[in-house]
Protein backbone atom coordinates (compact mmCIF):
# COMPACT_ATOMS: atom_id res chain seq x y z
CA UNK A 1 0.00 0.00 0.00
CA UNK A 2 1.43 3.06 -0.84
CA UNK A 3 2.32 5.82 2.06
CA UNK A 4 0.52 8.81 2.39
CA UNK A 5 3.27 11.73 1.74
CA UNK A 6 3.08 14.53 4.44
CA UNK A 7 5.68 17.28 5.62
CA UNK A 8 6.99 18.52 8.96
CA UNK A 9 7.51 22.14 9.51
CA UNK A 10 8.77 23.83 12.93
CA UNK A 11 8.50 27.06 14.03
CA UNK A 12 12.40 28.62 13.62
CA UNK A 13 11.61 30.79 16.83
CA UNK A 14 10.61 27.40 19.03
CA UNK A 15 13.70 24.61 18.09
CA UNK A 16 13.36 22.11 16.25
CA UNK A 17 11.57 19.20 15.52
CA UNK A 18 12.09 16.09 17.47
CA UNK A 19 14.01 13.05 16.08
CA UNK A 20 11.83 10.70 17.54
CA UNK A 21 8.83 12.32 16.20
CA UNK A 22 9.88 11.46 12.55
CA UNK A 23 10.76 8.38 13.63
CA UNK A 24 6.68 7.09 15.10
CA UNK A 25 5.42 9.06 12.35
CA UNK A 26 7.35 7.00 9.81
CA UNK A 27 6.14 4.03 11.34
CA UNK A 28 2.49 4.95 11.96
CA UNK A 29 2.70 4.46 7.64
CA UNK A 30 3.67 8.09 7.00
CA UNK A 31 6.28 9.36 4.30
CA UNK A 32 7.91 12.24 5.84
CA UNK A 33 9.92 15.35 4.48
CA UNK A 34 11.51 17.99 6.56
CA UNK A 35 10.23 21.51 5.64
CA UNK A 36 13.46 23.91 5.73
CA UNK A 37 13.14 26.61 3.30
CA UNK A 38 9.73 26.15 1.36
CA UNK A 39 7.47 29.05 2.21
CA UNK A 40 3.80 27.27 1.36
CA UNK A 41 3.75 23.94 0.31
CA UNK A 42 1.32 21.94 -1.51
CA UNK A 43 -0.45 18.71 0.29
CA UNK A 44 -0.75 17.73 3.45
CA UNK A 45 1.84 18.45 6.91
CA UNK A 46 2.31 19.12 10.21
CA UNK A 47 3.66 22.02 12.14
CA UNK A 48 5.13 21.64 15.28
CA UNK A 49 5.10 24.52 18.10
CA UNK A 50 5.35 25.11 21.58
CA UNK A 51 3.41 28.07 22.39
CA UNK A 52 0.57 30.25 20.74
CA UNK A 53 1.14 32.97 19.54
CA UNK A 54 0.78 35.53 16.31
CA UNK A 55 3.15 34.31 14.31
CA UNK A 56 2.24 30.57 14.56
CA UNK A 57 -1.35 31.81 13.79
CA UNK A 58 0.03 33.46 10.45
CA UNK A 59 2.12 30.22 9.85
CA UNK A 60 -0.86 28.05 10.09
CA UNK A 61 -3.00 30.60 7.82
CA UNK A 62 0.25 30.47 5.20
CA UNK A 63 0.50 26.89 5.04
CA UNK A 64 -3.00 25.58 5.13
CA UNK A 65 -3.71 28.71 2.24
CA UNK A 66 -6.34 29.75 4.50
CA UNK A 67 -7.96 25.65 5.36
CA UNK A 68 -7.75 24.64 2.17
CA UNK A 69 -4.70 21.97 2.58
CA UNK A 70 -5.25 19.38 5.30
CA UNK A 71 -2.95 20.80 7.96
CA UNK A 72 -2.67 19.28 11.76
CA UNK A 73 -0.75 21.58 13.98
CA UNK A 74 0.94 19.29 17.14
CA UNK A 75 1.20 21.28 20.36
CA UNK A 76 4.72 20.00 21.50
CA UNK A 77 4.34 21.57 25.33
CA UNK A 78 4.94 18.65 27.77
CA UNK A 79 1.60 19.63 29.96
CA UNK A 80 -1.89 18.46 30.96
CA UNK A 81 -3.00 21.90 31.63
CA UNK A 82 -5.67 23.84 29.35
CA UNK A 83 -5.00 24.23 25.68
CA UNK A 84 -7.97 26.24 24.61
CA UNK A 85 -5.50 28.17 22.23
CA UNK A 86 -6.55 25.18 19.97
CA UNK A 87 -9.53 27.44 18.98
CA UNK A 88 -7.40 29.75 17.62
CA UNK A 89 -5.01 27.35 16.06
CA UNK A 90 -8.13 25.92 14.03
CA UNK A 91 -9.89 29.12 13.43
CA UNK A 92 -6.57 30.01 11.61
CA UNK A 93 -6.88 26.80 9.05
CA UNK A 94 -5.75 24.03 10.76
CA UNK A 95 -7.54 20.94 10.45
CA UNK A 96 -6.85 19.32 14.23
CA UNK A 97 -4.37 20.36 17.06
CA UNK A 98 -3.00 17.55 18.76
CA UNK A 99 -1.30 17.55 21.96
CA UNK A 100 1.86 15.10 22.55
CA UNK A 101 2.02 13.00 25.27
CA UNK A 102 4.39 10.25 23.95
CA UNK A 103 5.24 10.35 19.98
CA UNK A 104 4.40 6.65 19.28
CA UNK A 105 0.00 7.60 20.48
CA UNK A 106 0.42 10.89 18.31
CA UNK A 107 2.04 9.60 15.46
CA UNK A 108 -0.70 6.76 15.65
CA UNK A 109 -3.56 9.87 15.77
CA UNK A 110 -1.63 11.93 13.38
CA UNK A 111 -1.91 8.98 11.02
CA UNK A 112 -5.32 8.14 11.76
CA UNK A 113 -6.10 11.30 10.91
CA UNK A 114 -4.56 11.99 7.31
CA UNK A 115 -5.57 8.50 5.91
CA UNK A 116 -8.96 9.91 6.94
CA UNK A 117 -9.06 12.97 5.35
CA UNK A 118 -7.31 11.66 2.16
CA UNK A 119 -9.98 9.79 1.76
CA UNK A 120 -12.17 12.55 2.12
CA UNK A 121 -10.60 14.36 -0.41
CA UNK A 122 -10.38 11.33 -2.75
CA UNK A 123 -13.88 11.52 -3.19
CA UNK A 124 -13.83 15.16 -2.94
CA UNK A 125 -12.19 15.06 -6.10
CA UNK A 126 -13.79 12.62 -7.71
CA UNK A 127 -15.74 12.68 -11.33
CA UNK A 128 -18.69 11.34 -9.20
CA UNK A 129 -18.97 14.67 -7.53
CA UNK A 130 -18.00 16.77 -10.02
CA UNK A 131 -20.46 15.74 -12.40
CA UNK A 132 -23.49 16.33 -9.61
CA UNK A 133 -21.64 19.29 -8.38
CA UNK A 134 -19.70 22.20 -10.06
CA UNK A 135 -17.66 24.49 -8.26
CA UNK A 136 -14.13 25.14 -6.48
CA UNK A 137 -13.86 27.92 -4.56
CA UNK A 138 -12.97 27.80 -1.06
CA UNK A 139 -16.21 28.68 0.35
CA UNK A 140 -18.19 25.63 -2.22
CA UNK A 141 -14.92 22.99 -1.56
CA UNK A 142 -14.84 23.55 2.63
CA UNK A 143 -18.90 22.98 2.49
CA UNK A 144 -18.45 19.93 0.18
CA UNK A 145 -15.42 18.52 2.28
CA UNK A 146 -18.08 18.05 5.15
CA UNK A 147 -21.13 17.03 3.13
CA UNK A 148 -18.50 14.01 1.91
CA UNK A 149 -17.45 13.03 5.20
CA UNK A 150 -20.71 13.20 6.75
CA UNK A 151 -22.05 11.26 3.78
CA UNK A 152 -19.74 8.33 3.85
CA UNK A 153 -18.25 8.07 7.23
CA UNK A 154 -21.49 8.49 9.44
CA UNK A 155 -25.22 7.15 9.22
CA UNK A 156 -26.58 10.19 10.76
CA UNK A 157 -29.32 12.56 9.95
CA UNK A 158 -28.43 15.59 8.47
CA UNK A 159 -30.04 19.05 7.98
CA UNK A 160 -29.24 20.96 5.36
CA UNK A 161 -29.87 24.70 5.40
CA UNK A 162 -29.26 27.65 2.83
CA UNK A 163 -30.83 30.17 0.89
CA UNK A 164 -33.46 28.25 -1.64
CA UNK A 165 -32.07 27.90 -4.90
CA UNK A 166 -28.16 26.76 -3.66
CA UNK A 167 -28.83 23.42 -4.78
CA UNK A 168 -29.58 21.36 -0.99
CA UNK A 169 -31.69 18.47 -3.51
CA UNK A 170 -28.48 18.06 -5.47
CA UNK A 171 -26.79 18.04 -2.05
CA UNK A 172 -29.46 15.20 -0.52
CA UNK A 173 -28.37 12.98 -3.84
CA UNK A 174 -25.07 13.10 -3.80
CA UNK A 175 -25.29 12.07 0.23
CA UNK A 176 -27.22 9.31 -0.67
CA UNK A 177 -24.93 8.10 -3.45
CA UNK A 178 -21.57 8.23 -1.03
CA UNK A 179 -23.41 6.51 1.78
CA UNK A 180 -21.33 3.54 2.49
CA UNK A 181 -23.96 0.91 3.47
CA UNK A 182 -23.74 -2.29 1.10
CA UNK A 183 -27.38 -3.33 1.19
CA UNK A 184 -28.48 0.71 0.53
CA UNK A 185 -31.78 1.05 -1.02
CA UNK A 186 -33.52 4.07 -2.54
CA UNK A 187 -33.54 7.31 -2.27
CA UNK A 188 -37.35 8.79 -1.63
CA UNK A 189 -38.21 12.47 -2.06
CA UNK A 190 -40.98 14.51 -0.38
CA UNK A 191 -41.30 18.17 -0.49
CA UNK A 192 -42.91 19.08 1.89
CA UNK A 193 -44.34 21.88 0.31
CA UNK A 194 -46.54 19.88 -1.56
CA UNK A 195 -48.21 17.64 1.11
CA UNK A 196 -51.88 18.68 1.35
CA UNK A 197 -52.66 18.74 4.88
CA UNK A 198 -55.62 16.30 4.33
CA UNK A 199 -53.66 13.80 2.76
CA UNK A 200 -50.57 14.24 4.69
CA UNK A 201 -50.83 11.08 6.69
CA UNK A 202 -51.31 9.08 4.04
CA UNK A 203 -48.40 10.69 1.82
CA UNK A 204 -46.21 9.80 4.61
CA UNK A 205 -47.52 6.00 6.29
CA UNK A 206 -49.59 5.21 3.70
CA UNK A 207 -52.70 3.86 3.55
CA UNK A 208 -54.61 0.12 4.02
CA UNK A 209 -58.04 -0.31 2.23
CA UNK A 210 -60.92 1.67 2.72
CA UNK A 211 -58.78 4.00 5.10
CA UNK A 212 -61.55 6.86 3.77
CA UNK A 213 -63.37 7.78 0.65
CA UNK A 214 -61.06 6.54 -2.57
CA UNK A 215 -58.66 4.48 -0.93
CA UNK A 216 -59.54 1.25 -3.20
CA UNK A 217 -56.40 -0.15 -2.16
CA UNK A 218 -53.62 -0.61 0.19
CA UNK A 219 -50.47 1.89 -0.71
CA UNK A 220 -47.20 2.63 0.66
CA UNK A 221 -46.16 5.93 2.00
CA UNK A 222 -42.68 7.59 1.80
CA UNK A 223 -42.04 5.89 5.38
CA UNK A 224 -42.18 1.81 4.34
CA UNK A 225 -40.67 3.24 0.65
CA UNK A 226 -37.56 4.63 2.60
CA UNK A 227 -36.99 1.55 4.62
CA UNK A 228 -33.30 0.67 3.99
CA UNK A 229 -32.76 3.55 2.36
CA UNK A 230 -32.56 7.51 2.34
CA UNK A 231 -35.97 9.50 3.20
CA UNK A 232 -35.18 13.29 2.24
CA UNK A 233 -37.66 15.80 3.01
CA UNK A 234 -37.12 19.01 0.88
CA UNK A 235 -38.40 22.03 2.86
CA UNK A 236 -38.82 20.01 6.22
CA UNK A 237 -39.56 23.84 8.55
CA UNK A 238 -43.18 23.73 6.46
CA UNK A 239 -44.55 20.98 8.05
CA UNK A 240 -47.45 21.15 10.53
CA UNK A 241 -47.06 21.02 14.53
CA UNK A 242 -49.04 17.56 14.38
CA UNK A 243 -46.71 15.62 11.93
CA UNK A 244 -43.76 16.98 13.37
CA UNK A 245 -44.86 14.91 16.42
CA UNK A 246 -46.11 12.09 14.04
CA UNK A 247 -42.37 12.39 12.39
CA UNK A 248 -40.65 12.53 15.63
CA UNK A 249 -42.40 9.52 16.71
CA UNK A 250 -41.35 7.22 13.34
CA UNK A 251 -37.54 8.40 13.53
CA UNK A 252 -37.36 7.71 17.21
CA UNK A 253 -39.22 4.16 17.13
CA UNK A 254 -38.70 3.50 13.98
CA UNK A 255 -42.35 1.67 13.45
CA UNK A 256 -45.64 3.68 12.59
CA UNK A 257 -49.12 2.07 11.38
CA UNK A 258 -50.98 3.02 7.70
CA UNK A 259 -53.80 4.67 7.98
CA UNK A 260 -56.74 2.16 8.57
CA UNK A 261 -54.48 -0.05 9.44
CA UNK A 262 -54.04 -2.39 13.16
CA UNK A 263 -50.34 -3.58 12.33
CA UNK A 264 -47.56 -1.92 13.59
CA UNK A 265 -44.75 -1.71 10.50
CA UNK A 266 -41.08 -1.21 11.28
CA UNK A 267 -39.00 0.70 9.10
CA UNK A 268 -34.90 1.78 8.87
CA UNK A 269 -34.15 5.08 6.51
CA UNK A 270 -31.15 7.71 6.99
CA UNK A 271 -32.64 10.50 7.12
CA UNK A 272 -31.90 14.04 4.92
CA UNK A 273 -33.75 17.42 5.23
CA UNK A 274 -33.32 20.68 3.90
CA UNK A 275 -34.82 23.91 4.87
CA UNK A 276 -34.36 27.68 3.62
CA UNK A 277 -35.75 28.80 7.26
CA UNK A 278 -33.59 29.28 10.22
CA UNK A 279 -35.05 26.32 12.37
CA UNK A 280 -33.70 27.42 16.08
CA UNK A 281 -35.50 30.48 15.21
CA UNK A 282 -38.62 28.81 14.09
CA UNK A 283 -38.23 26.52 17.87
CA UNK A 284 -38.36 29.93 19.63
CA UNK A 285 -40.90 30.97 17.84
CA UNK A 286 -42.97 27.39 18.43
CA UNK A 287 -43.60 26.74 14.87
CA UNK A 288 -40.81 23.85 15.32
CA UNK A 289 -40.68 21.45 18.08
CA UNK A 290 -37.51 21.62 19.65
CA UNK A 291 -37.11 18.17 20.20
CA UNK A 292 -37.75 17.30 16.60
CA UNK A 293 -34.95 20.07 15.57
CA UNK A 294 -32.01 18.32 17.82
CA UNK A 295 -33.13 15.13 16.19
CA UNK A 296 -32.84 16.57 12.48
CA UNK A 297 -29.89 18.45 13.23
CA UNK A 298 -27.34 15.44 13.92
CA UNK A 299 -25.20 17.13 11.86
CA UNK A 300 -25.69 20.54 9.81
CA UNK A 301 -24.43 21.89 6.96
CA UNK A 302 -25.43 25.45 5.23
CA UNK A 303 -24.88 25.90 1.56
CA UNK A 304 -23.27 28.89 0.73
CA UNK A 305 -25.45 31.60 -1.01
CA UNK A 306 -24.04 32.53 -5.17
CA UNK A 307 -22.74 35.82 -3.56
CA UNK A 308 -20.31 33.92 -1.62
CA UNK A 309 -18.84 31.96 -4.55
CA UNK A 310 -18.95 34.18 -7.40
CA UNK A 311 -15.47 32.48 -8.99
CA UNK A 312 -18.22 29.34 -9.53
CA UNK A 313 -19.64 31.36 -11.51
CA UNK A 314 -17.66 30.81 -14.90
CA UNK A 315 -18.04 26.87 -14.04
CA UNK A 316 -21.36 27.00 -13.52
CA UNK A 317 -22.33 28.50 -16.58
CA UNK A 318 -20.47 26.31 -18.75
CA UNK A 319 -21.92 23.26 -16.86
CA UNK A 320 -25.38 24.93 -17.96
CA UNK A 321 -24.36 25.30 -21.42
CA UNK A 322 -23.14 21.98 -22.20
CA UNK A 323 -26.39 20.71 -20.75
CA UNK A 324 -28.34 22.58 -23.44
CA UNK A 325 -26.36 22.05 -25.98
CA UNK A 326 -25.99 18.45 -25.53
CA UNK A 327 -23.16 16.76 -27.33
CA UNK A 328 -22.03 19.47 -29.42
CA UNK A 329 -19.72 22.16 -27.86
CA UNK A 330 -21.49 24.68 -26.19
CA UNK A 331 -20.42 28.24 -27.39
CA UNK A 332 -17.94 30.17 -25.84
CA UNK A 333 -18.98 33.27 -23.42
CA UNK A 334 -18.21 36.56 -24.61
CA UNK A 335 -15.89 38.65 -22.06
CA UNK A 336 -18.44 41.31 -21.62
CA UNK A 337 -21.17 38.72 -21.18
CA UNK A 338 -19.07 36.90 -18.37
CA UNK A 339 -18.84 40.52 -17.00
CA UNK A 340 -22.54 40.82 -16.42
CA UNK A 341 -22.77 37.00 -15.46
CA UNK A 342 -20.26 37.65 -12.85
CA UNK A 343 -21.66 41.27 -11.85
CA UNK A 344 -25.23 40.36 -11.47
CA UNK A 345 -27.12 39.99 -8.48
CA UNK A 346 -28.84 36.63 -7.75
CA UNK A 347 -31.28 36.52 -5.11
CA UNK A 348 -32.20 32.63 -6.08
CA UNK A 349 -28.67 31.72 -6.28
CA UNK A 350 -27.77 28.85 -8.36
CA UNK A 351 -31.22 28.13 -9.97
CA UNK A 352 -31.29 31.90 -10.77
CA UNK A 353 -28.31 31.87 -12.58
CA UNK A 354 -29.36 28.62 -14.30
CA UNK A 355 -32.30 30.13 -15.62
CA UNK A 356 -30.21 33.23 -16.85
CA UNK A 357 -27.88 31.38 -18.66
CA UNK A 358 -31.01 29.39 -20.42
CA UNK A 359 -32.47 32.38 -21.61
CA UNK A 360 -29.46 33.48 -23.20
CA UNK A 361 -29.02 30.41 -24.95
CA UNK A 362 -32.06 30.38 -26.31
CA UNK A 363 -31.88 33.62 -28.05
CA UNK A 364 -28.27 32.61 -29.60
CA UNK A 365 -28.27 31.07 -33.31
CA UNK A 366 -25.47 29.94 -35.89
CA UNK A 367 -21.87 29.95 -34.94
CA UNK A 368 -19.16 31.75 -32.68
CA UNK A 369 -18.92 32.95 -28.92
CA UNK A 370 -22.34 34.15 -26.88
CA UNK A 371 -22.39 37.95 -27.05
CA UNK A 372 -24.45 40.80 -26.27
CA UNK A 373 -27.43 40.51 -28.63
CA UNK A 374 -27.78 37.12 -27.27
CA UNK A 375 -28.43 38.80 -23.61
CA UNK A 376 -32.21 39.30 -22.90
CA UNK A 377 -33.36 42.94 -22.54
CA UNK A 378 -34.26 43.25 -19.34
CA UNK A 379 -30.95 41.60 -18.10
CA UNK A 380 -29.08 44.59 -20.07
CA UNK A 381 -26.89 47.16 -17.50
CA UNK A 382 -28.53 49.73 -20.00
CA UNK A 383 -31.98 48.11 -19.17
CA UNK A 384 -31.86 49.93 -15.62
CA UNK A 385 -30.28 53.50 -16.76
CA UNK A 386 -26.34 53.73 -16.31
CA UNK A 387 -24.05 50.78 -14.94
CA UNK A 388 -24.43 50.45 -11.36
CA UNK A 389 -21.53 52.14 -9.63
CA UNK A 390 -19.98 53.98 -12.99
CA UNK A 391 -16.42 53.50 -13.34
CA UNK A 392 -16.34 51.60 -10.16
CA UNK A 393 -18.51 48.69 -11.73
CA UNK A 394 -16.13 48.49 -14.66
CA UNK A 395 -13.13 48.31 -12.41
CA UNK A 396 -15.08 46.03 -9.85
CA UNK A 397 -15.54 43.66 -12.77
CA UNK A 398 -11.91 44.18 -14.27
CA UNK A 399 -10.97 42.93 -10.53
CA UNK A 400 -13.33 39.99 -10.49
CA UNK A 401 -11.80 38.57 -13.54
CA UNK A 402 -8.35 38.88 -12.53
CA UNK A 403 -8.79 37.67 -9.18
CA UNK A 404 -10.16 34.12 -10.94
CA UNK A 405 -7.56 34.39 -13.49
CA UNK A 406 -5.40 33.85 -10.35
CA UNK A 407 -3.80 37.58 -9.93
CA UNK A 408 -2.85 38.52 -6.44
CA UNK A 409 -3.55 42.62 -5.20
CA UNK A 410 0.24 43.71 -6.02
CA UNK A 411 -0.27 42.03 -9.56
CA UNK A 412 -4.04 43.55 -10.25
CA UNK A 413 -2.32 46.82 -8.56
CA UNK A 414 0.56 47.25 -11.11
CA UNK A 415 -1.36 45.88 -13.75
CA UNK A 416 -3.87 48.86 -13.44
CA UNK A 417 -1.49 51.60 -13.05
CA UNK A 418 0.51 49.95 -15.92
CA UNK A 419 -3.18 50.49 -18.28
CA UNK A 420 -3.58 53.82 -16.85
CA UNK A 421 -0.42 54.91 -17.97
CA UNK A 422 -0.73 53.43 -21.56
CA UNK A 423 -3.95 55.00 -22.20
CA UNK A 424 -2.76 58.27 -20.76
CA UNK A 425 0.21 58.43 -23.36
CA UNK A 426 -2.11 57.01 -26.10
CA UNK A 427 -4.38 60.12 -25.48
CA UNK A 428 -1.56 62.33 -25.10
CA UNK A 429 0.05 61.56 -28.19
CA UNK A 430 3.19 60.41 -26.35
CA UNK A 431 3.37 63.66 -24.63
CA UNK A 432 4.83 63.23 -21.42
CA UNK A 433 3.94 66.05 -19.68
CA UNK A 434 0.42 66.00 -20.47
CA UNK A 435 0.47 62.84 -19.47
CA UNK A 436 1.47 63.27 -16.21
CA UNK A 437 -0.67 66.01 -15.07
CA UNK A 438 -3.53 63.47 -16.73
CA UNK A 439 -2.58 60.72 -14.41
CA UNK A 440 -1.38 63.26 -10.85
CA UNK A 441 1.55 62.62 -10.90
CA UNK A 442 5.07 64.61 -11.85
CA UNK A 443 6.84 64.27 -15.26
CA UNK A 444 9.64 62.58 -12.92
CA UNK A 445 7.45 59.95 -11.36
CA UNK A 446 6.26 59.03 -15.35
CA UNK A 447 9.32 58.76 -16.35
CA UNK A 448 10.91 56.81 -13.37
CA UNK A 449 7.56 54.03 -13.77
CA UNK A 450 8.43 53.47 -17.74
CA UNK A 451 12.35 53.54 -16.89
CA UNK A 452 11.94 50.89 -14.45
CA UNK A 453 9.05 48.46 -17.28
CA UNK A 454 11.68 49.01 -19.85
CA UNK A 455 13.83 47.40 -17.25
CA UNK A 456 12.28 44.84 -16.91
CA UNK A 457 11.24 44.24 -20.39
CA UNK A 458 9.38 47.01 -21.44
CA UNK A 459 5.67 47.38 -22.07
CA UNK A 460 5.48 49.30 -25.78
CA UNK A 461 5.38 53.12 -24.45
CA UNK A 462 9.08 53.61 -24.30
CA UNK A 463 8.79 56.05 -27.32
CA UNK A 464 6.67 58.65 -25.89
CA UNK A 465 7.57 61.85 -26.46
CA UNK A 466 9.10 64.14 -23.74
CA UNK A 467 7.42 67.29 -22.26
CA UNK A 468 7.42 70.00 -24.46
CA UNK A 469 7.59 67.78 -27.40
Known amino acids: MERLSVWVAGLASQGPVPDRLFVELERAGLACTALVKEPSPCGPGIVCFECCDPHLLERVRTLSRGGEERLLALDLRQTDGDRGDGWAILAAG ?111 FGHDRGAYTGASGPRDGAFALADGGTLFLDEVGELPLRLQGELLRVVQEGTYKRLGGDTWQTTRFRLVCATHRNLPDEVAEGRFRADLYHRLAAWTCVLPPLRERREDVPALAERF ?59 RPAAAGAPRGGAG ?77
Open 94 to 204: AADVLGLDAPERIASAAAARFLRWAAVDRLLDSRLVHRNLVGTGPAWRATLRRVVEIARFSGSSILLGGESGTGKELVARLIHTLDGRPDKRELIIVDCTTVAPGLSGSEF
Open 393 to 469: ELFERSARRALLGGMGLKEIGNAAAEAAVRVALEREEGNVHRAALLLGVTDRALQLRRAAWRKKGGDGVDEATPAGG
Open 321 to 379: LTELFGEASPPPLDPAVLDLLLARDYPGNVRDLKHLVERIAARHVGDGPITFGDVPEDE
